[in-house]
């Protein structure tokens, strides 16, 4: 059974850092490609960015690109996603994703298997 389990979101002020993790279960994430997704009360989900299975080359969505970085673990079996200099627009539940895809996208009907969400927020 597939299992993907979020954890390390918190409460940050503006202009912040947080580190999320991603742990994979029932599958081999370096086998996968995985994906970063938030969604925001209100708002629809949308990706962030993802990590291709295929050569290991992550790729990000404009309003993220130079704060967030896409990074895997292969010894935990975990992807992490570095965020910097958060801003209050970052504020939302982030979920990550996998699949068996070589080339990653941030496209959420792509994905099979989904984690449950860690809650981030930015906030002074």
């Known amino acids: 059974q597939v299992q993907l389990v979020e954890s390390g979101g918190d409460l940050v002020q503006p202009g912040g850092s947080l580190r999320l993790s991603c742990a994979a279960s029932?599958?081999?994430?370096?086998?996968?490609?995985i994906a970063w997704f938030r969604q925001a009360p209100g708002k629809e989900r949308e990706g962030v960015g993802c990590?291709?299975?295929?050569?290991?080359?992550?790729h990000y969505v404009d309003s993220v690109k130079g704060r967030f970085t896409i990074a895997r673990d292969n010894a935990k079996n975990q992807v992490h996603l570095q965020m910097s200099m958060l801003i209050p627009e970052d504020t939302a539940v982030y979920y990550c994703?996998?699949?068996?895809?070589?080339?990653?996208?941030?496209?959420?009907?792509?994905?099979?298997?989904w984690g449950q969400g860690t809650q981030v927020t930015v906030s002074s």
């Open positions: 990590i291709s299975r295929s050569d290991g080359s992550a």
């Open positions: 994703a996998a699949d068996a895809q070589f080339h990653c996208s941030t496209l959420p009907l792509l994905y099979d298997f």
């Open positions: 029932g599958i081999t994430a370096d086998q996968y490609s």
